[in-house]
């Protein structure tokens, strides 16, 4: 009996495993005990299934179960467990992509007595069967959504175990501790002066630190899962328009002389540096009577309220305005890039007011035209976005779920240090020594609730 059908897992599922759509190929998966012999009873092809060498593959044609018809033109995949995704037996059927064809085979499966697999159930009999833990399960989810190349090296080495190496190596060191603890609690006579007290605020320092670093990684991974929110803001004709075509390397925007050209929040999402960006061109923020401009300016005001990140515009070849000096006081608070644009014209605003004004904000010379200062706002984008600098050395992908689980161990670590400090009693220690483990082993699934499991695994698409 595998490990699957030991947990009552012994239904056989399909699912269409390749993107919606017509394409050249489509592939449909079928994982389980019968997954050979069920696919072998509406398989015509050189030799049976059951007598395929695992991991090979064997042309021919699925039929109707009466052979009344061919249904398509096949290669099938034979892959026998616990060599495979699933752990179970495996049979990918390769058919051709039109819908028709695809449904059509796949509802040929599911007449066999197969049943259609539920979103995320492959992935989910993988977890169980222990092929991999929740944390890179969650990482092949990652993998599949990533938008950008940061966010799908990050996601492969989660599912490769950067994540589950580190969480386990925590684990490790808190269930030594915990041992520790419990020696002590039996020959409380060996603890010379409290040296087990000294002991465990000191180990638990250190895992601390190694804690708030997967924290700042968390952090930082749903900025590259989901991309920041950045709006473009500054007063009309400063080049905020010119500024989302050259970064969008499209003329998305209409770019004239004429001051509030732009009336509605244009919005198109890029990469720089790596990083997803959802960008915003707004409409100039000024005072004005015209009331479809009011509307605009009112639109541009809430943005700027939802943005994670400002790219505040101010022109370059004109000396700094009301306007400009309101805005870049009352966005001092707000993540933002400050840019004096249209660095090919001659240069007339007092640029150490600027700097003055700007705080700790980066100001950079940007020219919308030529891409003068483009490495520079590349650089800046990568700085104000990331704790530990450009995302390539991330050695995961972790998420909402991840970062809840390592701030409330952090804030029970940080419990034990003022515990074992203030010298209370070892049980009490060991207690919430063993509710951190507890808790860092939800992140790779070491202690998995069914309902935790069903919310997962369901976030899949069909088929994976």
């Not at 085979?105 to 599911?110: D, G, H, I, M, Q």
């Not at 190496?165 to 002066?193: F, K, N, S």
């Not at 890029?270 to 605009?296: F, H, K, S, W």
């Not at 220690?429 to 483990?437: F, K, M, P, S, T």
Request: aromatic share 4%; glycine share 8%.
């Amino acid at each position: 009996m595998s490990a699957l059908e030991s947990l009552g897992l012994s239904e056989t599922i399909a699912a269409i495993a390749t993107a919606a759509g017509e394409a050249s190929i489509a592939v449909i998966r079928v994982s389980g005990s019968e997954a050979v012999s069920q696919v072998d009873r509406i398989f015509r092809g050189g030799r049976s299934l059951g007598r395929m060498k695992s991991h090979t593959v064997s042309y021919g044609h699925i039929v109707t179960l009466s052979e009344a018809a061919v249904l398509d033109e096949v290669l099938v995949t034979v892959m026998r467990g616990p060599r495979t995704y699933t752990t179970e037996d495996v049979v990918e059927i390769s058919t051709h992509g039109g819908m028709n064809t695809v449904q059509s085979v796949l509802a040929e499966v599911l007449r066999t007595g197969v049943r259609l697999a539920e979103p995320g159930e492959f992935t989910k009999r993988a977890f169980l069967g222990g092929r991999i833990d929740l944390a890179q399960a969650e990482g092949i989810m990652e993998l599949i959504q990533a938008q950008t190349d940061s966010a799908r090296v990050a996601a492969l080495s989660q599912v490769e175990g950067g994540l589950t190496q580190r969480v386990r190596g925590m684990r490790q060191a808190l269930l030594e501790l915990m041992a520790h603890l419990e020696v002590t609690m039996d020959y409380p006579e060996h603890d010379e002066e409290d040296a087990t007290t000294r002991l465990v605020a000191a180990r638990i320092r250190e895992l601390l630190e190694d804690l708030r670093a997967l924290i700042r990684y968390a952090r930082d991974g749903r900025i590259l899962r989901e991309g920041l929110r950045t709006v473009i803001v500054g007063r009309p004709n400063v080049g905020k328009s010119s500024l989302l075509n050259q970064l969008a390397r499209a003329d998305r925007a209409i770019v004239t002389d004429v001051p509030g050209t732009t009336r509605d929040v244009l919005e198109e999402t890029l990469q720089i540096a790596g990083v997803r960006l959802r960008l915003a061109d707004t409409a100039g923020l000024r005072e004005t009577e015209d009331p479809v401009e009011q509307l605009g300016v009112a639109r541009s005001r809430r943005a700027m309220g939802a943005a994670e990140l400002l790219l505040v515009v101010i022109d370059g070849s004109r000396a700094l305005e009301e306007d400009d000096v309101r805005l870049l006081a009352n966005t001092r608070d707000v993540r933002r890039i400050i840019l004096v644009n249209k660095a090919d014209l001659p240069h007339v605003v007092d640029l150490d007011e600027v700097v003055r004004l700007a705080g700790e904000s980066p100001v950079i010379r940007y020219c919308a035209v030529n891409e003068t200062g483009l490495l520079d706002l590349e650089s800046a984008v990568v700085d104000l976005s990331f704790s530990q600098g450009h995302p390539r050395d991330m050695t995961f992908l972790a998420n909402a779920r991840h970062l809840a689980l390592f701030e409330r161990a952090g804030d029970v670590l940080e419990r034990v240090v003022v515990a074992a400090e203030s010298r209370v009693t070892i049980d009490l220690l060991a207690a919430d020594v063993r509710e951190a483990w507890v808790l860092l082993g939800e992140v790779v699934g070491e202690t998995p609730r069914e309902d935790l499991l069903d919310q997962i695994f369901r976030q899949f698409c069909l088929g994976k």
